[in-house]
C-alpha cells in the first residue's frame, strides 16, 4: 500500500459500516472499531493546559465588573433604595435596581411541572435570603463591591417560615397569599393497597429524611454580556444556550436572533444551570446602562443562597412482602418543599417507589410546600435518590426480617414492564437483573456479606456490606437534534451540535461515533458546540440525555455524508453507489478492489471543497420505555466510639445501554458514586429555624462536599450493556443520572450491617451516629 | 484618585509561610473581608506601609518573567494573573481558600492564589498551570490527567494538576494515602478523584522519582 499523508488521518484501515439507502435507518452495530474503547478527551488538550476558555475567563476590552446586592432577609419588603452614594464612588458606570427607570422587568419563576408565578427581576417583595435589590458595575470588582456596600436598603422585616414541616400549621406565616401549598398533593395510585397489606406476611413502616443538598458546581454561576447596538452576547456558564437564549430573549423582549449565548466550556451544573439565570438579565441590563461589556459573576457564597438545591425529603413508606419476598403493597407519603416559588420540591421522589420492584398494589402522596428559601432546581438524578434512599433502605430492612439476602430479595422482584405508566407499556431493555447480579458476583457479595456478619465481629470497629438499586426515570433522549458534519477534501472532518459538554465526555462521544461511520480519527474531528449563534438548535444537557439524543443525529449526518461521497465516487469510478464501500479512507468496488479511490482522490470533492450531511434525531420507539439501571455495592468501616464512617470501597454495575467511551463511562460512575458520598455523609444546607431564618453554612467549609479524603481509592466499574438495539440508532442509554441514584441508600444499609443501626436521616456525621449508638446502648 | 506609591512592601514570602501560619497572620483582615466580598484592608503587619487608595508598583515573577505591574493593595494574586495579566488558566471557585481552583506553585508549594495579596507574592517564584507547559507541549502530570481521564468539566482540573505537581517536587514518590492527603486541599465537584489518584500515580513514574 503506497504510503500518502491521508494516511494520517484514518483509523488503522478499520471497517466501517455499511451505508444504509437513502430514507432506511441505519441498524444497530453488530461490531465497533472505535465506540466503546476507551479513548481520551478530544479537548483534553485544552482542559488540562488552561487554554479552554470558560465564560469566567473571558476578558473583554473596556469590561466592566458587576456585583449584585442581596437581600439578607429570608422575608422582607423593599421600601426604598438610596443609590446616590454608590453612584459618586471611583469607578462606577452604572447602578440598576427596582427603583432605576426601565431596569425591573417582569420575571417568572416556573416549575418543571408547568406551574408559574410572576415577579419582578428586583421584586420588592423577598422572599428568601439571596434576592436580587440592586447590582453594580464598576472597573473593578472591588470598586463594585465597595459601591454594593454604599448602597442603602430600607427594609420593612416580614415573619418568616424555614422549616417546610411547619408550612401546614394553622399560624405558620405565609410564603404567598394562596397559603403554603404549591398545590394540591401529587397522588398515585394503582391495585389496593389494604388488600396488599392484609396479603402480606411481613409488614414494616417507617420514616426517613433526606437534608436539603446543594449543587455547588466548581465554575461559578454567571455570564460576561456585551451589546453591539440591540444586539446581546452573553458567555455564559450554562448546560443549555438555547434556554438562556430563549429566557433572556423573553426577559427583555428582544428577538431569538438578536441574542446570541455562548458556552462552549463550561464548569459543571448537575442540573442547577439548565436555564436563564437573573444574573444575565441584570449583567445585560448593566451593560446596557453603562455601555461597556460587564462581567458578572456570583460569589460562591450568593450561589449557596440563589442557584437551587435538592430539595429536603421528609417521607413515610410502608411495605408488605410475602414470606417468599414478593413484594405486596407499597404505601409512600413525601412532604417536599422547592422554596420560595414553585419549583418542583417533591417531583419525582416516588418514582422508584412506583416502578423499580414489581408491586401489584402502590400509592404515594407528595406534598411541595413553599418556605422563605433559595428555589430548587433539578439536581442530578431530581427525586430518585432521595426515594432510594427511602426504598432501598426499606427492602434492606425487609431482607433483614424475612430474613433474606437483600440482593436475592430485589432479584425476585425484578418487574418486566414500566408499571408506574398507564397501559404498563414494556422496556427496550432492562439489565437490573444483571447489573445485581454481575455486580454481587464482582463484589464478592455473599461472601463479604458472610464473614461480616455481627457476632463475628470484636471491638468498637465494625464493617459491614451493603447496596442498593436503581433505574431513571427517563434517560432515553429523543428529538429534537440536528447535527451537522462537513467532510473536508483531505477526509478531515468539522462537527457542528449545539449541545453542550458540560464534563460528561459528549463532544468525545459524537467524535468517536464520527470516527466509527467514517473511519476519521476521533481526533481529527473539530467541534463547534453550545453557541447559538453558530451551532445547531439543541435542548440543554440534562435529564442524562446528551448521549442518546446526539449520538444518533450524528450518526445519521455521517452517514449522509458517507451516502454523498460513495456518489460521487460512483461516477467517477462508473459504478453504482451500492457497488461501493468505504474502508480506511478508501472508496472501493465490493467486487473488484482495484477500483478503488481515497477521499482526497474524489475530484467532485476537491471540486466542491466539501460534503455536508445533515442528520437529525429520529422519534423513540413508540409503545416503549428506555431507562437505565444500576445496583452499587460498597464496604464501610465505623467507629462505633466516635461515629465515623470510612468508605473502603465502591462498585457499580450499571446498565446505561452501549458503553460509548469506557474511559469517560467510568469517570461517569466514579463522578456519581462520589456525590452520592456527599449525599450520605455530609451535605446539609442549615437554615437558622429558631432565630434568623438565613442560611447558616453558606461556604464550602461548612457545607462539605467529598474531598479525596472521604472516597475509597477502589472504586469499581461493571458496564452492563443489554444489546439494546430499540432505544435508537447507538442503543446508548442515559448514564450521568443513574450512577448518583442507589449510593446513599447502598451506604446506609453498609452502616446498618456494621452496626445494626439503621439511620433513616441524612447526613449520616459522626454526631448523627454518636447520638443514635449512644440512644441503642441505653436501650440496649 | 489613585496615585502610584513609592513606598514597596516588603516582600513577605520566603519566611516559610504555612497555610494556617498564613490564615493566622497577614490572611486574617484578607480572609475576613473576603466573607464580605471586601478587600479593603489590608493585613495588620503591613497596613502601616501601604495606602490603601493608592496603586502600588509590584514586580512579580511568573513562570519564570518579571512584570512590573501596579495593583491595589487589596487585590489578590488571583485576580491579578487573571484580570490583569489574562492568564486565565488559574481559576476562582470560592476566593475563600476553600477548593483549591485558585492553586499555584509560591517558591514551589501549592498556594491559594485567592489568599494571596499580589503585593505580597513579590520576591517569590510563581508557577501557574500555564508554566507547567514546555511551550505547546503538555507536562508530565498535565499529560497523565489526560490519559487517566482524571476530571470532567476541567475547571478545578489547573488547581490540581498544579497541587499534584507541588506534591511531586516535594515528595516524589508518594504512597496512595500520601496522595490523597497531598490532593485534600483541593474539591472536584464532578468527583474524579479516583482518577486523579491514578494520574498522581502515574505522574510520578512518568517522571521517574525526580
Known amino acids: 500500500m503506497e504510503k500518502g499523508p491521508v494516511q494520517y488521518y484514518e483509523t488503522h484501515g478499520d471497517p466501517v459500516p455499511e451505508t444504509p439507502l437513502p430514507g432506511d435507518q441505519p441498524g444497530p452495530w453488530l461490531e465497533t472499531s472505535v465506540i466503546g474503547k476507551p479513548v481520551p478527551r478530544v479537548d483534553g488538550y485544552e482542559r488540562v493546559s488552561g487554554t479552554a476558555v470558560y465564560p469566567s475567563d473571558v476578558i473583554l476590552p473596556n469590561m466592566l465588573y458587576g456585583a449584585i446586592l442581596r437581600c439578607p432577609h429570608p422575608h422582607a419588603r423593599v421600601k426604598a433604595v438610596d443609590d446616590s452614594t454608590a453612584r459618586g464612588m471611583p469607578g462606577v458606570h452604572g447602578v440598576i435596581s427596582g427603583f432605576t427607570e426601565g431596569t425591573n422587568p417582569d420575571w417568572v419563576y416556573s416549575s418543571f411541572a408547568g406551574v408559574e408565578f410572576a415577579t419582578k427581576l428586583f421584586d420588592p417583595h423577598c422572599r428568601f435570603e439571596g434576592e436580587p435589590v440592586a447590582a453594580v458595575a464598576a472597573e473593578s470588582p472591588h470598586q463594585a463591591w465597595d459601591a454594593v456596600r454604599a448602597i442603602r436598603v430600607s427594609y420593612e422585616i416580614l415573619p418568616h417560615l424555614v422549616d417546610e414541616r411547619k408550612a401546614l400549621e394553622a399560624h405558620a406565616p405565609r410564603v404567598h397569599d394562596q397559603g403554603n401549598r404549591v398545590g394540591e398533593p401529587a397522588r398515585y395510585e394503582r391495585g389496593d393497597v389494604s388488600y396488599g397489606f392484609a396479603e402480606a406476611d411481613l409488614v414494616l413502616e417507617m420514616t426517613f429524611n433526606t437534608a436539603c443538598e446543594l449543587h455547588t458546581p466548581m465554575e461559578l454561576h454567571g455570564c460576561v454580556a456585551s451589546w453591539d447596538g440591540d444586539r446581546l452576547t452573553l458567555w455564559e456558564s450554562t448546560q443549555g444556550v438555547f434556554s438562556v437564549q430563549a429566557g433572556v430573549a423573553k426577559a427583555l423582549g428582544l428577538p431569538l436572533s438578536k441574542v446570541r449565548v455562548i458556552g462552549s466550556y463550561m464548569g459543571g451544573g448537575f442540573g442547577s444551570k439548565l436555564r436563564a439565570n437573573k444574573v444575565n438579565v441584570m449583567a445585560a441590563l448593566l451593560a446596557r446602562a453603562a455601555a461597556h461589556p460587564v462581567k458578572l459573576f456570583l460569589t460562591r457564597e450568593e450561589t449557596f443562597l440563589a442557584t437551587g438545591n435538592r430539595p429536603p425529603s421528609h417521607m413515610k413508606l410502608k411495605a408488605g412482602v410475602k414470606k417468599d419476598g414478593a413484594l405486596t403493597a407499597l404505601d409512600f407519603s413525601c412532604v417536599g418543599t422547592g422554596g420560595a416559588y414553585p419549583a418542583d420540591g417533591t417531583a419525582l421522589v416516588d418514582w422508584l417507589i412506583r416502578d423499580l420492584y414489581a408491586c401489584p398494589n402502590v400509592r404515594t402522596e407528595m406534598t411541595d410546600v413553599f418556605i422563605h428559601a433559595g428555589p430548587a432546581r433539578p439536581m442530578r438524578a431530581p427525586g430518585h435518590p432521595q426515594g432510594a434512599w427511602a426504598l432501598e433502605q426499606m427492602m434492606d430492612a425487609l431482607a433483614d426480617a424475612l430474613p433474606m439476602d437483600p440482593v436475592e430479595l430485589r432479584l425476585k422482584n425484578i418487574p418486566l414492564v414500566s408499571q408506574a405508566r398507564p397501559g404498563s407499556p414494556p422496556y427496550t431493555s432492562t439489565g437490573l437483573r444483571e447489573c445485581l447480579e454481575e455486580g454481587a458476583r464482582a463484589f464478592g457479595w455473599k461472601e463479604a456479606r458472610e464473614k461480616l456478619c455481627g457476632a463475628k465481629q470484636q471491638g468498637p470497629v465494625r464493617r459491614g456490606v451493603g447496596m442498593a438499586a436503581g433505574l431513571w426515570f427517563v434517560g432515553g433522549g429523543g428529538p429534537p437534534s440536528t447535527i451537522i458534519i462537513k467532510l473536508f477534501t483531505d477526509g478531515s472532518v468539522n462537527l457542528n451540535m449545539g449541545a453542550s459538554d458540560i464534563g460528561t465526555g459528549t463532544k468525545t462521544v459524537m467524535a468517536m461515533v464520527v470516527s466509527e461511520e467514517l473511519g476519521i480519527r476521533p481526533d481529527l474531528v473539530q467541534i463547534e458546540n453550545a453557541d447559538t449563534g453558530t451551532a445547531q438548535y439543541a435542548t440543554p444537557s440534562g435529564g442524562s440525555k446528551s448521549v442518546p439524543t446526539e449520538a444518533p443525529a450524528v450518526r445519521a449526518a455521517a452517514i449522509e455524508v458517507k451516502r454523498q461521497l460513495l456518489e460521487m465516487a460512483a461516477a467517477e469510478l462508473g459504478l453504482e453507489p451500492s457497488q461501493l464501500v468505504l474502508k480506511g479512507g478508501v472508496i472501493s468496488s465490493r467486487s473488484d478492489p482495484a477500483a478503488s479511490l481515497r477521499i482526497s482522490e474524489v475530484k467532485e470533492l476537491g471540486k466542491r471543497g466539501v460534503i455536508v450531511g445533515v442528520g437529525y434525531r429520529g422519534p423513540n420507539p413508540e409503545g416503549k420505555v428506555v431507562n437505565p439501571f444500576a445496583a452499587q455495592f460498597c464496604e464501610v468501616e465505623v467507629n462505633t466510639r466516635t461515629g465515623e464512617t470510612r468508605i473502603l470501597r465502591f462498585l457499580g454495575a450499571h446498565d446505561s445501554g452501549r458503553v460509548m467511551n469506557r474511559l469517560t463511562y467510568d469517570s461517569q460512575v466514579i463522578g456519581g458514586i462520589t456525590m452520592g458520598i456527599g449525599l450520605a455523609m455530609t451535605e446539609e444546607r442549615v437554615l437558622d429555624h429558631g432565630q434568623t431564618g438565613k442560611m447558616v453554612n453558606k461556604n464550602w467549609h461548612d457545607y462539605k462536599i467529598p474531598t479525596s479524603l472521604d472516597v475509597p481509592a477502589e472504586m469499581v466499574s461493571i458496564p452492563v450493556d443489554p444489546g439494546d438495539v430499540e432505544a435508537n440508532t447507538t442503543g446508548a442509554k442515559g448514564l450521568g443520572e443513574p450512577v448518583t441514584i442507589p449510593t446513599a441508600a447502598a451506604v446506609a444499609n453498609a452502616v446498618c450491617h456494621a452496626t445494626g443501626l439503621r439511620v433513616t436521616e441524612s447526613p449520616m456525621s459522626p454526631v448523627r451516629l454518636c447520638a443514635l449508638l449512644a440512644a441503642e446502648r441505653k436501650e440496649g | ?210
Open chain 2, 1 to 210: 484618585m489613585k496615585t502610584e506609591s513609592t513606598k514597596m512592601p516588603a516582600p513577605l514570602s520566603g519566611r516559610g509561610i504555612t497555610r494556617r501560619g498564613f490564615i493566622k497572620g497577614v490572611g486574617t483582615g484578607a480572609a475576613a473581608a473576603a466573607v464580605s466580598g471586601a478587600l479593603s484592608t489590608a493585613g495588620p503587619a503591613e497596613s502601616a506601609l501601604l495606602d490603601s487608595n493608592a496603586m502600588h508598583r509590584v514586580v512579580l515573577k511568573v513562570n519564570g518573567r518579571t512584570h512590573a505591574l501596579l495593583v491595589e493593595p487589596r487585590w489578590t494574586l488571583l485576580f491579578v494573573l487573571r484580570e490583569k495579566m489574562g492568564m486565565t488558566g488559574t481559576k476562582p471557585g470560592c476566593e475563600r481558600g476553600e477548593c483549591g481552583a485558585c492553586t499555584v506553585l509560591i517558591d514551589g508549594l501549592p498556594r491559594y492564589a485567592c489568599m494571596t495579596l499580589a503585593v505580597e507574592a513579590q520576591g517569590s517564584d510563581i508557577t501557574t498551570i500555564e508554566g507547567l507547559m514546555d511551550g505547546e507541549e503538555l507536562g508530565p502530570v498535565q499529560k497523565a490527567f489526560l490519559e487517566k481521564d482524571a476530571f470532567q468539566c476541567g475547571y478545578c482540573t489547573p488547581g490540581q494538576i498544579v497541587a499534584a505537581e507541588g506534591l511531586l517536587r516535594s515528595n516524589p514518590k508518594p504512597s496512595l494515602h500520601e496522595i490523597q492527603q497531598g490532593m485534600s486541599g483541593n474539591l472536584c465537584r464532578c468527583g474524579a478523584y479516583v482518577h486523579i489518584f491514578e494520574a498522581v500515580e502515574d505522574a510520578a513514574k512518568a517522571r521517574g522519582g525526580k
